[in-house]
């Protein structure tokens, strides 16, 4: 049972593209987050939803679109790729958020981007 | 604006030894997690700390938090060949849990 799913795990394109990632959790969790990764492994968010309402934006360009259909799922559109876009961008979920938050996150496997 | 730093970056160490990842951060959060990460995988919730001088083990790996001097350590015991991974510690910037600051991570070798 895949917790967080996220496809597809490989994508390579060219510049000037647009393409989706997709996720999907089946814990329940209210927040879902995207995270980019870069090539020297630092982690940073671009995007985090509660019950299907943004609640951050990072300063990422506008070509990046997530779009929340439910709560289970997060779903990020990139339109115009470009080679700065090429990293391993990861689905992430969490419990709630709030003072009562303890939760870790819980991360999906990850969708290698390429562009070429 | 919130930065994490860890130290060190990368950490070769031979099997049965000691060692202590740091994890400073540079303003004030009362939630912090390890997470570990092998190559090509996802990350892997290790602990999360949620007070000042908690402390929390788990097999080799102990860790701590002191929110008075925002640090985080990450000490293992009698390592192994199995720890090699990337540990990244993250900083829950408004203890709310959905703005969590990675630091650059530790890249941890552990030989036979």
């Known amino acids: 049972d895949t917790a967080v799913s996220q496809t597809p795990k490989y994508l390579v394109t060219q510049m000037g593209n647009d393409k989706s990632i997709k996720c999907e959790q089946n814990l329940g969790h209210d927040t879902m987050y995207w995270y980019k990764q870069d090539s020297k492994k630092f982690l940073k968010i671009m995007f985090s939803?509660?019950?299907?309402?943004?609640?951050i934006n990072e300063t990422v360009p506008n070509r990046f679109s997530p779009k929340s259909p439910d709560k289970a799922h997060l779903n990020l559109h990139i339109n115009s790729l470009e080679l700065g876009d090429s990293a391993v961008y990861f689905c992430?979920?969490?419990?709630?958020?709030?003072?009562?938050?303890?939760?870790?996150?819980?991360f999906g496997n990850g969708t290698r981007l390429t562009v070429t | 604006e919130l930065k994490v730093e860890q130290n060190p970056l990368f950490l070769s160490m031979q099997e049965g030894k000691n060692y202590t990842i740091y994890c400073n951060y540079s303003?004030?959060?009362?939630?912090l997690y390890w997470y570990r990460q092998d190559p090509g995988k996802s990350l892997e919730s290790l602990f999360v700390l949620l007070s000042n001088g908690a402390v929390k083990q788990e097999g080799r790996l102990m860790a701590s938090l002191d929110t008075k001097a925002r640090l985080s350590t990450l000490h293992i015991t009698a390592a192994v060949h199995d720890l090699s991974a990337t540990y990244f510690c993250?900083?829950?910037?408004?203890?709310?849990?959905?703005?969590?600051?990675f630091g650059g991570g530790t890249r941890l070798m552990v030989k036979p």
């Open positions: 939803y509660n019950n299907k309402e943004l609640i």
């Open positions: 303003t004030t959060s009362d939630r």
């Open positions: 993250a900083v829950d910037l408004n203890n709310a849990g959905n703005m969590l600051t």
């Open positions: 992430a979920s969490s419990r709630m958020t709030g003072v009562s938050y303890n939760s870790p996150l819980h």
